[in-house]
């Protein structure tokens, strides 16, 4: 089974930045394509970015694209989300998914998730 644990959430003012980590156990992470997901309060989970096993491709949601990157460090078995000139809107939950086969923005594709690491942007 792959345990997933998000870290790096916090309070940060708008334009700030955070890196968000999503760390793996219990399977290297090199055999998993990841994605990043959000929600706000009262609203669905939304997607935010995914990165393929290989790094070789990333997606990013409209919303986040030139403010967002998604990373990966197989040999420090971990995902990381970088996240720059932070919004308000950027309020969230967010949680990392991870899949053997599947990269891309529809959540239910993906077999493991994390518990969320809360991100508030203050403006």
């Known amino acids: 089974q792959v345990q997933l644990v998000e870290s790096g959430g916090g309070l940060v003012q708008a334009g700030g930045s955070l890196r968000l980590s999503c760390a793996f156990s219990?399977?290297?992470?090199?055999?998993?394509?990841v994605g990043w997901f959000r929600q706000a309060p009262g609203k669905e989970r939304e997607f935010v970015a995914a990165?393929?096993?290989?790094?070789?491709?990333?997606y990013y949601a409209d919303s986040v694209k030139g403010r967002f990157t998604v990373s990966r460090d197989n040999a420090k078995n971990a995902v990381y989300l970088q996240m720059n000139s932070l919004q308000p809107e950027d309020t969230a939950v967010y949680y990392c998914?991870?899949?053997?086969?599947?990269?891309?923005?529809?959540?239910?594709?993906?077999?493991?998730w994390g518990q969320g690491t809360q991100v508030t942007v203050s403006s």
């Open positions: 998914a991870a899949d053997r086969y599947y990269t891309g923005s529809d959540g239910r594709e993906y077999d493991y």
């Open positions: 990165i393929s096993w290989s790094a070789g491709n990333t």
């Open positions: 219990g399977r290297t992470v090199s055999s998993y394509h």
